[in-house]
């Protein structure tokens, strides 16, 4: 099976004592790309997803600082995001947006930084990968104030767990909806409800790891070889085979991005 893990944290310490052994399973599984995100956690982490791209041909990185850290950036940190979007295998800006669940930082500075990075990702001329919990009203208003239709850039709500209803919203923009392991929980059985509604063409597989592992390994470390698990549930509500759901998200990801 032929599959594309769009959104991946490769970095993170979870995988320090195996991490060449985790991308060989990954390789093993199938996984034909993977998009590493950067997360901007610290001033010296903006550039944590690039190495994994300059050492491996298949693998992709972005740059951005997540919601949680809104509090903690800078002009520093926005003058140095800039200069790495400029690199080669860097093919978004993101994971940026906002996250009203855990409010690690002050909404209105999550609003303020994610505003200012969607400038700044206009300027790189880059798509955005959208981290939002909690917080869909304010994320879409921010777009559409933000005219960011206009763009042409669009981008990827990463591991989607709004309603079908925004979704469209971020189908209207040119958004493609990545599902996470997270679709194979019992009680979130609503995605694949949403899923099954959404055209297959708009579609992504991710594992968010080393976060939202699959129902079978639930309080274990992600990775991942586990995305097939994600075409698997798909499957089920898209009746169509895995390999089918593989090829076509795959396929999706490598079209939006332009890759060969």
């Given at each position: 099976?032929?599959?594309?893990?769009?959104?991946?944290?490769?970095?993170?310490?979870q995988?320090?004592?195996?991490?060449?052994?985790?991308?060989?399973?990954?390789?093993?599984?199938?996984?034909?790309?993977?998009?590493?995100?950067?997360?901007?956690?610290?001033?010296?982490?903006?550039?944590?997803?690039?190495?994994?791209?300059?050492?491996?041909?298949?693998?992709?990185?972005?740059v951005?600082?997540?919601p949680?850290?809104?509090?903690?950036?800078?002009?520093?940190?926005?003058?140095?995001?800039?200069?790495?979007?400029?690199?080669?295998?860097?093919?978004?800006?993101?994971?940026?947006?906002?996250d009203?669940?855990?409010?690690?930082?002050?909404?209105?500075?999550?609003?303020?930084?994610?505003?200012?990075?969607?400038?700044?990702a206009r300027?790189?001329?880059?798509?955005?990968?959208?981290?939002?919990?909690?917080?869909?009203?304010?994320?879409?208003?921010?777009?559409?104030?933000?005219?960011?239709?206009?763009?042409?850039l669009?981008?990827?709500?990463?591991?989607?767990?709004?309603?079908?209803?925004?979704a469209?919203?971020?189908?209207?923009?040119?958004?493609?909806?990545?599902?996470?392991c997270?679709?194979?929980?019992?009680?979130?059985?609503?995605?694949?409800?949403?899923?099954?509604?959404?055209?297959?063409?708009?579609?992504?597989?991710?594992?968010?790891?080393?976060?939202?592992?699959?129902?079978?390994?639930?309080?274990?470390?992600?990775?991942?070889?586990?995305?097939?698990?994600?075409?698997?549930?798909?499957?089920?509500?898209?009746?169509?085979?895995?390999?089918?759901?593989?090829?076509?998200?795959?396929?999706?990801?490598?079209?939006?991005?332009?890759?060969?």
């Amino acid at each position: 099976m032929q599959i594309i893990d769009s959104h991946a944290h490769l970095e993170f310490p979870q995988f320090e004592s195996d991490r060449d052994a985790m991308l060989a399973r990954a390789r093993d599984a199938g996984v034909e790309k993977i998009l590493a995100i950067g997360s901007g956690t610290a001033s010296d982490r903006l550039d944590a997803a690039i190495p994994f791209a300059e050492k491996h041909d298949w693998i992709y990185a972005t740059v951005g600082v997540h919601p949680h850290e809104s509090k903690l950036a800078t002009e520093e940190w926005f003058t140095e995001l800039s200069r790495l979007a400029k690199h080669p295998r860097v093919l978004a800006w993101g994971e940026i947006g906002l996250d009203y669940f855990y409010d690690h930082s002050p909404r209105d500075v999550q609003q303020n930084v994610f505003r200012r990075q969607l400038v700044l990702a206009r300027e790189a001329n880059l798509p955005v990968i959208i981290h939002c919990r909690d917080a869909w009203p304010d994320c879409l208003r921010i777009f559409e104030e933000e005219n960011w239709r206009t763009t042409n850039l669009a981008g990827i709500f990463h591991c989607f767990t709004g309603s079908l209803a925004d979704a469209q919203r971020g189908l209207e923009m040119g958004f493609l909806i990545s599902l996470s392991c997270n679709v194979t929980y019992p009680k979130m059985s609503h995605l694949l409800q949403t899923a099954a509604a959404l055209p297959l063409d708009r579609i992504l597989t991710e594992t968010d790891s080393p976060f939202l592992p699959p129902q079978a390994i639930r309080g274990k470390r992600n990775e991942p070889a586990n995305v097939i698990e994600v075409a698997r549930a798909l499957s089920n509500v898209r009746d169509l085979p895995a390999e089918e759901i593989a090829l076509t998200t795959a396929a999706n990801f490598r079209r939006f991005f332009r890759l060969a």
